[in-house]
T-cell receptor, first 115, second 113 residues
Framework: GAVVSQHPSWVICKSGTSVKIECRSL??????MFWYRQFPKQSLMLMAT?????????EQGVEKDKFLINHASLTLSTLTVTSAHPEDSSFYIC???????????FGDGTRLSIL | QQQVKQSPQSLIVQKGGISIINCAYE??????FPWYQQFPGKGPALLIA?????SEKKEGRFTISFNKSAKQFSLHIMDSQPGDSATYFC????????????FGAGTILRVKS
């Protein structure tokens, strides 16, 4: 149980384009979803928290207009990287939790490469 | 105060040995302490978690020891296997703080066969 699916697993795109990453909870209703960024050999850095039907709460230093998060249903959240540039290349991981908040279940991540 | 300090950075253990990873925190408001295992190119997977009212929790070969007074907790992997080779992250969260996880820096474990 508690499966979180993330799609795509790997995406390569040109600088200036926008990329959408989907995060789905397959067997539970995710009241809260979290988006993380991870650089090679580093820990996870929380980017934002989203609750279903509400605007996302972004961590300090994360550009809201660059990283658009939508949590329109209890099973789906999306992260759109707008006007992506090479410095946005990273491993993006989502997690989801029920109304109890714990534990967080993670997706398998999306490796984003901007050329 | 929101940091979780994890050590060691990397660890090499012989097959069958015990792997021990330690974490320390400052904020006594933390009330939930999970451990995650991450393989290369994958997302973290929850291994085991503990709350501060319990001093030890065991699940299979994985045990969390928790020392509330010292503000430390550790993961013990008994009978370590090559398949346990991965990066391990400790984390902590506060229920009233949106359950946001604060992660340690991670420990790269290699189990030699």
């Amino acid at each position: 149980g508690a499966v979180v699916s993330q799609h795509p697993s790997w995406v390569i795109c040109k600088s200036g384009t926008s990329v959408k990453i989907e995060c789905r909870s397959l067997d539970f209703q995710a009241t809260t979803m979290f988006w993380y960024r991870q650089f090679p050999k580093q820990s996870l850095m929380l980017m934002a928290t989203s609750n279903e039907g509400s605007k996302a709460t972004y961590e300090q230093g994360v550009e809201k207009d660059k990283f658009l998060i939508n949590h329109a249903s209890l099973t789906l959240s999306t992260l759109t990287v707008t006007s992506a540039h090479p410095e946005d290349s990273s491993f993006y991981i989502c997690s989801a939790s029920t109304e109890f908040g714990r534990p967080q279940h993670f997706g398998d991540g999306t490796r984003l490469s901007i050329l | 105060q929101q940091q979780v300090k994890q050590s060691p950075q990397s660890l090499i253990v012989q097959k069958g040995g015990i792997s021990i990873i330690n974490c320390a925190y400052e904020n006594t408001a933390f009330d939930y302490f999970p451990w995650y295992q991450q393989f290369p190119g994958k997302g973290p997977a929850l291994l085991i978690a503990i709350r501060p009212d319990v001093s030890e929790k065991k699940e299979g070969r994985f045990t969390i020891s928790f020392n509330k007074s010292a503000k430390q907790f550790s993961l013990h992997i008994m009978d370590s296997q090559p398949g346990d080779s991965a990066t391990y992250f400790c984390a902590a969260s506060i229920e009233g703080y949106g359950n946001k996880l604060v992660f340690g820096a991670g420990t790269i474990l290699r189990v030699k066969s």
